[in-house]
């Protein structure tokens, strides 16, 4: 305290002085704070102190930046050869990359414009080239990728497929143009590439529509009521609101996919019950489905032939829709449009296949030594007689021929040849569960499917939100 008064008795006349000065003498006053920069600084901060702390600013009194010298630094920089530059640009050569997908209407000419291409010479060879021609014209479904040049001419054309759905190996031809502009083709074969894919839905009216709008294979949507078809009736007991989340592979030709393989898992929430499978083989024996606590879901025979159709009539009394009498119905009718596939129910032999009169076209699976099965009014048979079969194959595709009213399948079953209602085919016993040697190893192929439905439900919830 002693020094603060010190230093005010001293501030207060040196100020005033200073003060005094500026205003006779401003030139003395700059020379004077360059001479004693820190007796004002002193002076400043406690005349501020002493009169209670105000806000204040410190000026910089260093020199003016417009006084201080400037330095001119000049270096000599090298220019590029933009001429050089500018040819090599122009000896590039452009190439352009576009896809699109074969239709049944195409023409040489109106496929090439469709993939950004003007040339004749490449159409031509389209056309006169049967091999060529074969795979490319008259054909709807299949991408074709084109490299092409500047002037929007052909380099080179690849296309991929499959000769049947349930090849494992894929097709593959490339059309290439040479330096002479001469056309050359190749056509190999490379096996098909396994990934996995996650997608689920909402039944809203039915579970072949749900899957329609989830994007979902029709190959996998008849797998998953495959699957299912002894636990839950998918004509009647189907309800709306139910949920199912599904994953499966995904065959792909050097990363195109070219068709759905198998289900590997699978769960479906009905009528506040869920279900689940995930698919297992075991070292030596057939893969089969199981539930994820071990219980197999295999049935002797598959619930229906055509898992996600509307049926339309039961077995036993009805009246005849042609010959409008009453007649006993001795199988099952499921209305389907014409070509849905239609399975063999259970593993056999094929004992007839062709026209039957009233049925249209007509095959049937002798299954064991009592038991048969008939599917009849197909558009297609696509089994000869005495061909062995396995469960699930396909036998032809729903029709309307003979004694038809629309398009559907008259489906039947027999045990020693007299008739018996179809819908019990799904109550024919099953498999043994998981053998202890294998069930460590099950389970933790379960662990892992649980966690792909559950990122597959999240999916589904993501998608609806």
Not at 7 to 29: G, I, N, R, V, Y
Not at 173 to 188: E, P
Not at 402 to 408: A, C, D, I, N, Q
């Amino acid at each position: 305290m002693k020094f603060f008064n010190t230093l005010m008795t001293t501030a207060k006349p040196f100020s005033l002085a200073l003060l005094a000065s500026a205003k006779s003498h401003s030139e003395t006053l700059r020379d004077f704070v360059a001479r004693h920069p820190k007796h004002v600084t002193a002076v400043l901060a406690a005349v501020l102190l002493g009169g209670g702390g105000g806000a204040f600013a410190v000026a910089n009194l260093g020199p003016d930046a417009a006084n201080l010298p400037v330095r001119t630094l000049v270096e000599t920089l090298s220019t590029p050869n933009l001429d050089a530059q500018v040819e090599a640009l122009e000896q590039q050569t452009l190439k352009l990359y576009r896809n699109d997908i074969t239709r049944g209407s195409d023409t040489a000419e109106s496929l090439l414009r469709r993939l950004g291409l003007v040339d004749a010479a490449a159409a031509a060879y389209i056309r006169k080239t049967p091999e060529v021609r074969q795979a490319l014209l008259n054909r709807s479904g299949r991408n074709v990728s084109v490299e092409a040049n500047e002037q929007q001419q052909l380099l080179t054309l690849t296309t991929r497929w499959l000769k049947n759905d349930n090849d494992s190996q894929f097709q593959r031809m490339v059309i290439t143009r040479d330096a002479d502009n001469k056309f050359s083709v190749r056509t190999d074969t490379a096996p098909l590439t396994a990934s996995v894919r996650m997608s689920g839905g909402t039944v809203n009216s039915s579970l072949y529509e749900a899957s329609d709008e989830a994007r979902l294979p029709e190959t996998v949507t008849r797998q998953l009521a495959d699957v299912f078809s002894g636990q839950i009736d998918f004509h009647r007991a189907l309800r709306k609101g139910a949920v199912f989340s599904v994953v499966y592979e995904t065959l792909e030709a050097e990363g195109e996919p070219l068709r759905a393989g198998r289900l590997l898992s699978a769960e479906i929430t009905n009528d506040q019950k869920t279900y689940n499978a995930v698919w297992f083989q075991e070292p030596g024996q057939k893969g089969a489905y199981y539930t994820l606590k071990g219980d197999s879901l295999r049935r002797a025979f598959l619930a229906s032939p055509v898992p996600y159709s509307r049926r339309t009539s039961g077995f036993g009394m009805r009246e005849h829709p042609i010959l409008h009498t009453q007649r006993a119905h001795l199988g099952v009718d499921y209305a389907a449009p014409t070509g849905t596939p239609v399975m063999s129910v259970a593993d056999g032999v094929v004992v007839e296949s062709g026209f039957q009169g009233a049925f249209g076209n007509m095959v049937v699976v002798q299954h064991n030594a009592r038991q048969s099965t008939v599917y009849a009014h197909l558009s297609r048979m696509n089994v000869k007689r005495g061909q062995t079969i396995k469960q699930g194959d396909i036998v032809g595709a729903v029709g309307t021929t003979g004694l038809s009213t629309g398009p559907h399948l008259h489906f039947e079953f027999r045990i020693n040849g007299r008739h018996v209602d179809p819908l019990t085919l799904a109550q024919q016993g099953s498999s043994e569960p998981i053998s202890a040697a294998q069930r460590n190893q099950f389970n933790q192929r379960a662990e892992f499917a649980r966690a792909q439905l559950m990122a597959a439900a999240q999916m589904r919830q993501n998608n609806v939100q």
